[in-house]
Each structure stands twice: as C-alpha cells, then as structure tokens.
C-alpha cells in the first residue's frame, strides 16, 4: 500500500477566498483521485487527476471551481475556489494500486470549514 | 450504472460478539472488484478487505471476513471477536469501470 499525506489537515476559510489542498504519495503512481466527503455522507468523486493532462471531472464539478494540477506521479493538488458555506466538507485524495490500480488507498484528508 | 446499497445506516454490538454488515450492489459488468473500507472518527478511510468477482473464495483477513454472493449481488462483511476500535464507518464500495462507495453503516461496539 502506498503513505499518502494531505495539506493541510485542516482549514478555516472566508467566504470567496480559495484553498490549495496537496497531496503526495511516497511512491510513484499513475491513477490519483480527488473526492469529497459531506458531514454525514460518502464520498463523492470529484475528479480523477491525470499526469500530464488535463483532470477529468465528474457530473455536478467542474473545472473553474476545483481545478487540479498533476505535475508528476506522486503529487496532485485540489483547489477549492471562490468558496461558499456549501463546500465545508473533508476533501480526501486517493490512489489506484493494485495491478489495474483496482485497489485505493486513501490520504488522512483534509477537513474544510467554509464561514 | 453501479449502486452500492447498505441497508443499515447503524448498527450495534458486544465486545467479543459477531457482527455482520450488509451490502448489496447492482451492475451489469461481470469483472469488478468489492471491497469493505472503514472511517475511523480520525476520518482516515482504511482498507479492510477486498474481494475479486472471479474468486469464489470468500476473502479473510483477520478477524473480518465476507460473505460474497456473486448472483445474489450481496457482499457481507463479518466482524468476529469485535474490539473497541472497531468502532467506525464502514463503507462497501464497487470497483468496475468506476469506483463507487455505499452510503455507509455506523458501526458501535459497546463495552
């Protein structure tokens, strides 16, 4: 399995203002994924990060609101623009291993209070 | 496309008692992956067993294992000799074309 860490771990945040939230992983993978987690709910994907190109974003996201880097194999980053009350959630990155990258691995996330 | 049911958003059990959580999932694709996840309140999602569609085997891991029924779509999980910390969400989630999560089951263990 692969250690996933996740800036910052936590967030208090003003009303239009944006957050970078970064993820890196200790070994070099190819699938890294972004999602959120509402209080009280599961997770919903956001987008998946792909290396070198452009994310690939979910129904109900889009890119001007969450866009994503993906420089290299082991670091993505999630921003969190223009923020409203309604993205106070835990934004949790993760990582596809296994042989088709069927298995993730899940960073600490990163818990967002949005006043 | 895929649904990830569970039937139960809390459930309950004794120290050193059994416990088992439903899961049930619908999808046309006959090669997928299911696995069983747990969230701690430290919100940490772990890994705690994961099943291949193609085995028949029910996979193991410890003190948990599944109860998977391919034609039935249904994929228990079962909590043997439950501890303190077991105490957590558990989320079944369904991995073919895309990874989807259930809605969740809130698992205390009582002393």
């Known amino acids: 399995s692969a250690v996933i860490s996740q800036k910052p771990s936590r967030d208090i945040c003003q009303r239009g203002t944006s957050l970078t939230i970064q993820c ?3 070994s070099q993978v190819t699938m890294m994924f ?3 987690q509402q209080p009280g709910q599961s997770l919903t994907l956001i987008a998946t990060a792909n290396q070198g190109s452009e994310a690939t974003y979910e129904s109900g996201f889009v890119i001007d609101k969450f866009p994503i880097s993906r420089p290299n194999l082991t670091f993505s980053t999630l921003t969190v623009s ?3 009350p309604e993205d106070s959630s835990i934004y949790l990155c993760s990582v ?3 042989q088709g990258g069927e298995t993730q691995y899940f960073g600490p996330g990163t818990r967002l209070l949005v006043l | ?6 039937s139960q958003p809390e459930m309950s059990v ?4 059994t416990v088992t959580l439903s899961c049930t999932y619908d999808t046309s694709e006959s090669d997928y992956y ?9 919100r940490q999602m772990i890994l705690v067993i994961r099943q291949e569609a193609y085995k028949q085997q029910n996979a193991t891991e410890n003190r948990f294992s599944v109860n998977f029924q391919k034609a039935a779509k249904s994929f228990s999980l079962k909590i043997s000799d439950s501890q303190l910390g077991d105490a957590a969400m558990y989320f079944c989630a369904y991995y073919g074309q895309n990874f989807v999560f ?3 089951t809130r698992l205390s263990v009582l002393p």
């Open chain 2, 1 to 6: 496309a895929q649904t990830v049911t569970q």
């Open chain 1, 82 to 84: 223009n923020m409203s």
């Open chain 1, 24 to 26: 890196q992983v200790d």
């Open chain 2, 102 to 104: 259930g809605p969740g």
């Open chain 2, 14 to 17: 004794q120290e050193a008692e």
């Open chain 1, 34 to 36: 972004w999602y959120r």
């Open chain 2, 34 to 42: 299911l696995f069983w996840y747990k969230q701690p309140p430290s």
């Open chain 1, 96 to 98: 596809g291993a296994g």
